[in-house]
């Protein structure tokens, strides 16, 4: 590391560290290990998210073969029946998928890389804290492996409800309370890094109303975390006391309540739902108004709808227990609070949609992902107002149609998002363009194959009375037919996201992009090197001018330097 003598105000000289003009992915193994850059370490999140997306979904697709056909398929291991294999791998893909993907995707991955190039600032505000987060959620993502030996297989879902989770037959739990522990730390790091970074490192003249909407739902995303994060880890907590100190919050004989550890888990476990999908509608609004080469329409309503969905998200965890025996007026007033969601969520869609009107519509990669996110969304919303009316709720609870319906929302709407934002960012990211005929296929394979997997599911639950979370089912044809269908559109989906795994892979060694290859006005296009240089900026400070806007189409805006 070089240093040179620099005079700043006042007269006073100081050293200042010169960092080596080498792109990120030039790192030494050395600066990985150490770093506090923001794109180093949102790198790091995003490939240990990815690795992790891929074990959950090997896990998804054992669970398809368990439920091909009734009976046990899996075999006993080490003492371990195949209906405790079954529950660890349940157990399993679900942790995985919602922490390690549909969180961590975006507020450590894309947040990370993403949020201080689009508001002009050179890192977060505390670097070596957003590392320290890095390292907790390594730390929690260890242990999750060491979960594959069959001593250690946590057994109680990924809710780890009592009584049963303070059984010795459910597993680890001081496995899955530490587990827990080190992801609220890990996420209460990067949301009190985002928000501030957000709140204090904006380039001059960038205003809250020229953020782009990405931007938005991360400050959104961020602030659900710090506000249901403690209620995660005190319902934990209360767990880990329960079993090892002889304590009694959960048990009713001793004037516990297990219901208190279902009101302290969805108070985070739903608000938490909008943690993975406000990201998403953020990248569903880059790239619409980029592919369709028109502003977002509405942009101040869409602004609020990002905050409103996360204030109301806070006042609705009560729909889960609809069935926990809670009081009628409860039922009530939280199946209001739960269908008045989809005011916000309705003005966003009406947006995309007037946005795409007469738009000069680029049907690339990164489009088609984002078009097929909201229609996975749209899907998914519509079959969750049933969820929300208790009168059909009490009937539906606990049956394949939620596994359904929420795979639409939280499992394809959310990973369509990703999967457009990786298109949509690959080139500035890595410097090279993927191959457009991998990503098309891949995503007309995912399409079809999610919406035979997840529409028969919720068939299966709603007409065939189907439970969900049961390793064996009796012989009956139909239910044999339809679970085998199930299997099929598995197999095709799974397919579908291989083939954008070995497209993102091959093309490290593909063309060299251009600067800006969707000619975008956003910060991250116009004032920056592709691949990122490691200053982030050509030149800095950076001041945007009075009439610059991220989504403005319609003028050729230059930033002043």
Same mark, same amino acid.
């Given at each position: ?6 005079t700043i105000?006042?007269g006073v000289? @100081?050293a ?5 003009s ?8 050395k600066?990985w ?6 794109k ?8 240990t ?5 891929i074990?959950?979904g090997?896990?998804?697709?054992i ?16 003492g ?11 157990t ?7 922490l ?7 507020v450590?991955g ?16 505390f ?14 993502s ?5 979960t ?29 309370v ?12 990067g949301s009190?890094? @985002?928000?501030?970074?957000?709140v ?23 602030l659900?975390?710090l506000?249901g ?5 005190? %319902?934990?907590?209360?767990?880990f006391?329960?079993k ?12 516990g ?5 279902q009101?302290l ?24 108004s980029t ?13 609020? %709808? ?18 926990s ?12 609070t ?7 969520t ?21 489009m088609l ?10 899907i ?23 596994v359904?319906h ?5 499992g394809?709407?959310l990973?369509?998002? %990703?999967f ?11 410097g ?8 098309k ?16 599911q ?6 065939e ?10 012989p009956?044809?139909?239910w ?10 598995a ?7 291989l ?5 993102w ?10 600067d ?5 006005p956003?910060l ?27 989504? %403005? ?9």
């Open positions: 590391m070089a240093w040179s003598n620099n105000k006042g000289t @100081m200042v560290a010169h960092t080596p080498v792109p990120w992915f030039g790192a030494t193994l600066e290990l150490f770093t506090t850059d923001h180093k370490v949102g790198m790091l999140y995003l490939v998210s990815l690795l992790y997306f074990v959950a090997i896990f998804g697709l669970i398809r073969y368990e439920q091909s056909a009734p009976g046990i398929q899996l075999p006993s291991l080490f371990q029946t195949g209906a405790d294999l079954y529950n660890y791998i349940l399993g893909h679900g942790a995985v998928i919602l390690w993907w549909a969180v961590n995707v975006w450590g894309f947040a990370n890389i993403l949020v201080p190039l689009m508001i002009g600032a050179k890192d977060v505000a670097p070596r804290l957003n590392a320290f987060g890095y390292w907790s959620f390594f730390g929690a260890v242990l999750v492996l060491l594959l030996l069959p001593n250690n297989w946590i057994k109680m879902l990924w809710t780890g409800y009592p009584p049963y989770s303070l059984n010795e037959n459910a597993g680890s739990t001081i496995l899955y530490t587990i827990v522990l080190l992801y609220g730390i890990s996420s209460t790091a009190v890094n @985002m928000v501030t970074t957000i204090s490192l904006r380039a001059k003249g960038l205003g809250w109303t020229k953020l782009n909407l990405f931007v938005h739902s991360i400050m959104a995303a961020s659900i975390n506000f994060v403690p209620a995660l880890m005190g %319902a934990v907590l209360l767990l006391t329960d090892y100190l002889g304590t009694n919050f959960y048990n009713p004989m001793l004037g309540d297990p219901l208190l550890y009101n888990l969805w108070f985070y476990s739903h608000p938490v739902v909008y943690i993975m999908i406000l990201p998403a509608f953020g990248v569903f609004s880059e790239v619409i592919m369709s080469r028109k502003p977002i329409f509405g942009y101040i309503s869409m602004m609020l %709808a990002i905050y409103a969905i996360a204030v109301v998200g806070f006042f609705t965890w009560i729909h889960h227990m609809f069935v025996g809670v009081p009628d007026w409860i039922r009530v007033l939280f199946s209001y739960t269908l008045f969601v989809a005011v916000p309705g003005i966003k869609i009406f947006n995309w949609v007037a946005t795409l009107h007469r738009g000069a519509i680029r049907y690339n990669t990164p992902f984002t078009l097929g996110g909201i229609l996975m969304f749209l998914g919303g519509l079959t969750g107002i049933p969820n929300a009316m208790v009168s059909i709720d009490l009937g539906i609870s606990d049956s394949l149609f939620v359904g929420f795979h639409y929302v939280l394809m709407a990973t369509f998002g %990703a457009s934002g990786m298109y949509y960012w690959y080139p500035k990211i890595i090279r363009m993927y191959s457009e005929t991998l990503g296929l891949s995503f007309w394979l995912m399409l079809i194959g999610a919406n035979i997997f997840y529409f028969f919720m068939y299966m639950g709603m007409a009375g189907m439970p969900r979370r049961y390793p064996d089912y009796p009956i044809p139909e044999i037919t339809l679970m085998q269908i199930q299997t099929v559109g197999v095709i989906l799974s397919v579908g996201i083939l954008s795994l070995i497209n892979i091959k093309s490290l060694r593909g063309p060299k992009a251009e800006n290859p969707w000619k975008s956003s991250e296009w116009t004032m920056t090197d592709t691949p990122v240089g490691p200053h982030n900026f050509k030149k800095y400070p950076i001041e945007v001018p009075e009439d610059w806007h991220p989504y %403005a189409y319609y003028k050729g805006y230059h930033v002043h330097v």
